[in-house]
């Protein structure tokens, strides 16, 4: 099975993308992290670290796979979108185990 992303789609991808990168941008500010002084600031800190580097995560999946996606429809032969569907379901599951791995596998963790 192939996956047709429309060009619509990609266009959205894309305005995604640039939106999650200023978040990211944002997130990253250490201006704008707890101080150290506190273990709830420490812990803060880092979910604010993990969150950013999460943001940064999705960002560059969706960059690789609308970068595929542009590579294989200006130049690509078809014989290559069985490639793009294994990449796409390989990124599927890396922000699957990325979502799971940021909320513990369910669990509570203080901070």
């Not at 993990?50 to 995560?57: E, F, S």
Request: proline share 5%; aromatic share 4%.
């Amino acid at each position: 099975m192939t996956i047709k992303i429309r060009p619509d789609q990609l266009e959205r991808m894309n305005d995604l993308a640039q939106r999650l990168t200023e978040v990211f941008l944002k997130e990253c500010d250490p201006t704008h992290w707890p101080d150290l002084d506190s273990r709830d600031g420490r812990g803060d800190r880092l979910w604010l670290k993990k969150n950013a580097a999460k943001t940064l995560a999705i960002v560059t999946q969706l960059v690789f796979v609308g970068q595929r996606i542009e590579d294989r429809d200006s130049n690509a032969p078809p014989e290559h979108d069985h490639d793009l569907e294994q990449l796409i379901a390989r990124a599927e599951q890396r922000a699957a185990a990325m979502l799971r791995a940021h909320d513990g596998g369910g669990k509570k963790t203080p901070h």
